[in-house]
C-alpha cells in the first residue's frame, strides 16, 4: 500500500521513520513505476541494444563508485580535527558520561567486558556505566554478578518485550542515563582508555568554535584485531574482514566527515551529545542496523558527524558459520535503512542523498551483484580457453573491471596501513573471493527481510586470549602520534 500507515508512533518516531512500518511511500511508489516505465519502453524500443545500455550503465555506476574511492583516499588524510591543545579539560569541567553495553548470551565475555571498561580513564564521579542485560538471561546476569565491577557500574535488566535486539536495549538504558555524553560499547570491544576524553574535548572545542552545524557524533575507528593460530597466519576471512574495517573506519568515514557529510555510524564506540540523541528518538529498536539508520536521521534533523582518532579493538567473527549471519543481518539492516530513507529524501536534501547512495546504496548494488560478475568473467576465459578462442576484450569493459578492482584494493591498502593491519599482494589477489561471498549474505539478507524482518541474527562472541591493546602515553597531556605507518598513508 503507497502512503499512510499506522497512526502510532514507535520509540519516539513516527512509524514511517521507522522500519516497524513495511510499506511503499507514494514517491518510491511513483519511482518504482517511473524505472519500470522506462525499462519497458527502452526494452521496446532498442530491443536488442537494451541489454548493452543496461550494461553501460553499469559501468558507469562502477566508474563513479571507484572515482569515489580514490577520492576517499586523498580527502581522509589528515581528516582528523586538530586536537585540543594539550587535551585540556573543557571549560566547564568534564561533563558526565554514560556507557551503555546492550549484552545478550555473552556470559563468556562479559567479565572481559567489565574489566576493559573498567580501564576506561574518566573522572569516577563524572562517569556510570549500564550493562542491559535481558531478563530471561540468567547465564549472562549471573557472570555479570559474580565479575568484580566498579562502583559507577550497574547492571541493568531490560523488561521483556518486543523486538528482541539490541537497540530496544539501548533505548532502555537511555532513558536511565543521566549522562550529557552517551557511547555504547559491545560485547567484544577493548576501548582505547583515553576515547571518552577525545570525545569530551571535541565536543567542548567545536562548542567554543561553532559558528555553522552543531556537532551531534562521534565515531571511533573500529581496528580487528587479527590473531594469529598455533604460528600460522589468520585465516582468510579473518584477514578479509580486518581490511574492510580498515578501508571503512581509516578512510571512508573520515573522508565523509571532513566533507560534512552523512554517514551510516558503526555498532560501537559511537559518542552522542545526549539532547541530541534523544531529539532524534533515539534508536529504532525496529531496525536491524540501528546504528547505520541512527546517522541519517541525525542528519535530517541538522545535525552533523565526525571522527575520532582513538580506537576500539575487536575481534572478527570467524569462520563462515559466524561470518554469514552477521553479515546477513547487516545487509538486511541496510536494505531496511534504504527503504526508511528513500520514502522521503526530500529531508535528506542533496548532499544526504548522496551520501546514502554511496555508502548504503553502493554498499548493497556491490555486494548484490560481485558474484555475478566474477561469475561472468570467469565463464568467458573458461569458454574461450575451452575453444581455443581470441575473443575481443571490450576496452571500456576491461577498464572498468581494473579500475574498480584497482580502486577498491587501494583504499583498503591505505586503510591497512593507518590501522596497522596487514594487507599482503596474495590478500588482494584473494579479495574478490571475498567480495563474492557478500553476494551470498545479500540473497540470505533478501530472503531474511521478507521472512523475518525484525530476527537479530546473534553474532557469537569468545573471551579474547590477545594480549589487549595498551597505551603508549603515561599520561592524558598530549594526543598520541600517528604511527609511522599512518603517516606514511
Excluded at 566508474?63 to 577520492?71: D, G, K, M, Y
Excluded at 556507557?99 to 567486558?113: N, R, S
Excluded at 591497512?416 to 553476494?439: E, F, G, I, K, Q
Aim: net charge neutral.
Amino acid at each position: 500500500m503507497a502512503g499512510g500507515g499506522p497512526e502510532r508512533t514507535v520509540g519516539g518516531h513516527s512509524p514511517c521513520e521507522s522500519a516497524v512500518w513495511r510499506g511503499v511511500s507514494v514517491f518510491q511508489a511513483l519511482s518504482l513505476a517511473l524505472v519500470l516505465v522506462a525499462g519497458l519502453g527502452a526494452l521496446a524500443a532498442l530491443r536488442d541494444a537494451a541489454t548493452g545500455w543496461l550494461i553501460l550503465g553499469v559501468q558507469i555506476g562502477f566508474v563513479v563508485l571507484a572515482v569515489w574511492r580514490i577520492a576517499t583516499i586523498v580527502i581522509s588524510r589528515n581528516a582528523l580535527p586538530a586536537p585540543p591543545s594539550g587535551m585540556m579539560r573543557p571549560k566547564g569541567g568534564w561533563p558526565r558520561y554514560t556507557i551503555l553495553a546492550a549484552l545478550h548470551d555473552e556470559a563468556e565475555v562479559v567479565g572481559q567486558l567489565i574489566e576493559r571498561l573498567a580501564r576506561i580513564d574518566y573522572p569516577r564521579d563524572r562517569l556510570e556505566a549500564f550493562l542491559l542485560l535481558e531478563a530471561d538471561d540468567e547465564a549472562t546476569i549471573t557472570a555479570a554478578a559474580l565479575a568484580p565491577r566498579p562502583h559507577w557500574m550497574r547492571i541493568v535488566i531490560v523488561p521483556p518485550g518486543a523486538p528482541r535486539t539490541k537497540p530496544r536495549a539501548l533505548n532502555h538504558g537511555l532513558a536511565l542515563a543521566r549522562g550529557e555524553r552517551i557511547t555504547v560499547y559491545d560485547a567484544e570491544d577493548d576501548p582505547d582508555p583515553f576515547q571518552l576524553r577525545e570525545a569530551a574535548c571535541r565536543f567542548d572545542a567545536d562548542a567554543a568554535a561553532r559558528s555553522g552545524v552543531r556537532l551531534a557524533c562521534l565515531q571511533a575507528p573500529l581496528r580487528i584485531r587479527r590473531k594469529e593460530r598455533d604460528g600460522h597466519a589468520a585465516p582468510f576471512l579473518d584477514r578479509q574482514f580486518a581490511v574492510e574495517y580498515a578501508g571503512l573506519f581509516e578512510v571512508a568515514l573520515p573522508a565523509l566527515a571532513r566533507l560534512g557529510l552523512p554517514f551510516p555510524l558503526g555498532g560501537t564506540s559511537n559518542h552522542f551529545r545526549a539532547d541530541a540523541l534523544r531529539a532524534v528518538g533515539g534508536w529504532d529498536a525496529w531496525n536491524v542496523t540501528e546504528d547505520a539508520d541512527l546517522g541519517f536521521r541525525l542528519w535530517r534533523r541538522g545535525l552533523r558527524l565526525g571522527v575520532l582518532s582513538r580506537p576500539t579493538y575487536e575481534t572478527p567473527p570467524g569462520d563462515l558459520t559466524f561470518w554469514l549471519p552477521q553479515r546477513t543481518r547487516w545487509l538486511k539492516g541496510y536494505l531496511q535503512t534504504w527503504g526508511v530513507h528513500t520514502r522521503s529524501p526530500r529531508g535528506l536534501g542533496l548532499r544526504g542523498a548522496a551520501a546514502l547512495v554511496l555508502t548504503l546504496g553502493a554498499g548493497l548494488a556491490s555486494a548484490a551483484i560481485h558474484a555475478a560478475s566474477l561469475a561472468w568473467v570467469a565463464t568467458a576465459v573458461l569458454v574461450a580457453g575451452a575453444g581455443n578462442l581470441s575473443p575481443e576484450t571490450p576496452v571500456f569493459a576491461l577498464c572498468v573491471l581494473v579500475l574498480g578492482a584497482a580502486a577498491a584494493c587501494l583504499q583498503g591498502k591505505i586503510g591497512a596501513m593507518r590501522a596497522c593491519v596487514p594487507y599482503s599482494a596474495a590478500d588482494m589477489v584473494a579479495a574478490p573471493a571475498y567480495w563474492s561471498l557478500l553476494s551470498l549474505a545479500f540473497a540470505h539478507a533478501a530472503w531474511r527481510l521478507i521472512r523475518e524482518p525484525f530476527a537479530w541474527d546473534k553474532t557469537t562472541h569468545f573471551r579474547d586470549e590477545a594480549p589487549d591493546s595498551g597505551v603508549e602515553d603515561e599520561t592524558v597531556e598530549a594526543f598520541p602520534a600517528l604511527d609511522a605507518g599512518r603517516k606514511a598513508a
